[in-house]
């Protein structure tokens, strides 16, 4: 008996759910096909824009050097800490300069010998006794010997590392008693003056179509995440980066007063100078969006009519309009969701 009675009970919901739903479906087909919708319509603008170019990257020196000796040697001394301000000129590292001494010196005893030979020979060739194929030849190998010298000595001016600016020592690769061979980055400097910040960037090819130099940005970086910071872009690379197949912007900063590093990560919105014609309408008469595929209603003949579009971008609840609204001059902005194709509007002030 019970289980009959709970039997019934289950059936009877199942009945009324269905009769609802359907006259649920019933009710929107009405709406739909005999009542009128209020609506407001809203002009179309027409206006030179340019979608603003979103992207990130670190914070740079714009005076970096990866310092190293000329020549390649055992590392006698290092003078400097990792993170250490220096000075322009100031002596960071030098090497055993025992074998680059002793080339110099060598270099200077042959300049001295050659110098005494034709001497000589210049006296041997007054007295006809030398020839002046030999006062040629040891006046050739002078100048040979004494360019010699000055390729030692040169080579002992670069045994040791001088700052080429003031700056901060970034990294130190090498430690005192290491073999540096020539060319071997010892040291990773910048400076680190106001004015030389960066923020390198890597963008698309189509934004950096539409870049150029001096084009203004603003940059935000997580280290001052209460400061927007002025930038403008000062370099665009002309090839792409192998690996990324991103185009390289460098966009100079103005640091406010606030302390910079190498490597703070940055965001940056960039205000192409190039800018494009596009319609545009508020982002209220936008209806289902899908990536830059949407539609808005427009009223034709007192009844709703759906149109695609191709956004463009959106900014300032205003959304840029690449295609669909050609000859359009207003479109649905309340009422819209109650639209369906062909619903009956009454436009209202």
């Known amino acids: 008996m ?21 006259k649920k479906k019933t009710d929107k087909k009405t709406i739909a096909d005999n009542e009128t919708v209020a609506v407001k319509l809203v002009d179309v603008s027409n206006a030179n824009s340019t979608e603003p170019i979103k992207a990130s990257g670190l914070i740079s020196s714009l005076h970096e050097a990866r310092l190293s000796f ?27 300069l025992t074998e680059i001494n002793a080339q110099v010196s060598q270099a200077q005893e042959n300049v001295s010998k050659i110098e005494r030979d034709l001497k000589r020979v210049n006296a041997l060739y007054r007295d006809s006794v030398a020839t002046l194929e030999q006062v040629q030849n040891l006046t050739t190998a002078l100048s040979v010997a004494k360019q010699s010298l ?3 000595q040169y080579n002992q001016g670069y045994s040791k590392i001088y700052a080429p600016t003031n700056g901060v020592v970034v990294k130190k690769m090498m430690n005192e008693g290491e073999l540096a061979s020539s060319g071997s980055p010892v040291f990773f400097v910048n400076a680190a003056g106001a004015n030389d910040w960066v923020v390198k960037v890597g963008i698309a090819d189509k934004d950096w179509t539409r870049l150029k130099l001096g084009d203004k940005a603003d940059i935000t970086l997580d280290a001052f995440p209460d400061t927007k ?5 000062t370099t665009l690379s002309q090839g792409a980066d192998q690996a990324s197949g991103l185009y390289q912007a460098e966009l100079k900063i103005s640091t406010q007063g606030k302390k910079m590093a190498t490597g703070l990560f940055a965001k940056a919105l960039i205000y192409p100078s190039i800018k494009y014609q596009y319609a545009s309408v508020p982002v209220d008469a936008i209806i289902e969006g899908n990536g830059d595929q949407a539609f808005v209603y427009v009223v034709e003949n007192g009844k709703a009519k759906r149109v695609s579009l191709l956004i463009a971008y959106v ?16 479109v649905v902005t309340d009422g819209s969701a109650y639209l369906v194709e062909g619903t009956k509007v009454k436009v209202m002030k």
């Open 2 to 22: 019970l289980t009959s009675l709970k039997n019934s009970l289950i059936l009877g919901l199942i009945i009324a759910t269905v009769f609802a739903c359907g």
């Open 70 to 96: 000329k020549t390649g040697g055992i590392i006698e001394k290092i003078f400097v800490k990792e993170g250490q301000n220096i000075a322009k000129g100031q002596l960071l590292a030098t090497l055993n």
């Open 150 to 152: 000055q390729i030692a």
């Open 229 to 233: 910071f002025l930038a403008n872009v």
């Open 315 to 330: 900014n300032n609840q205003q959304a840029f309009v690449r295609e669909g609204l050609a000859g359009v001059s207003q």
